[in-house]
């Protein structure tokens, strides 16, 4: 069995979303809104954060969990969230209202570890690099 999908949505709503996508596209998924929901030791293949979490949660996630594991980010509006996500180990965003299909590219991105490529590569629609979107 697959490790599954780290999610942190900023809402019940967003987060149940996430996963149901998740779960309709053979992916299993758990949920975590602080650092200190995360079990020490558990593995993911991958994760997605919401940077608009309360309190700037979002961010400090972003911080805990990209050294170890494949990390997208989700984005509001905000300028320059983006370039600061990547800089610190985001390998991918996906913008609000989110695609589902653009999201389930991005896993599958976030799976390949060998694509990751620098951020200056990645393309501003998808957040993905410009050689596998094809821009």
Avoid: C
Avoid at 37 to 60: C, V, Y
Avoid at 85 to 94: D, H, I, R, T, Y
């Amino acid at each position: 069995m697959m490790s599954p999908v780290l999610v942190m949505g900023s809402g019940p709503w967003l987060t149940a979303w996430l996963r149901q996508v998740l779960t309709d596209n053979g992916y299993q998924s758990v949920e975590a809104y602080r650092p200190s929901e995360l079990k020490p030791g558990s593995m993911h293949r991958a994760a997605l954060i919401d940077l608009n979490l309360p309190d700037l949660m979002g961010w400090t996630l972003l911080e805990t969990v990209a050294a170890d594991v494949p990390t997208a980010v989700i984005l509001g509006a905000e300028p320059g969230d983006a370039s600061s996500a990547l800089e610190m180990g985001a390998k991918a965003f996906v913008k609000r209202p989110i695609d589902p299909a653009r999201l389930l590219a991005v896993l599958r991105f976030l799976e390949r570890p060998e694509q990751h490529g620098s951020a200056s590569l990645l393309d501003d629609l998808t957040g993905l690099p410009e050689d596998i979107t094809g821009r």
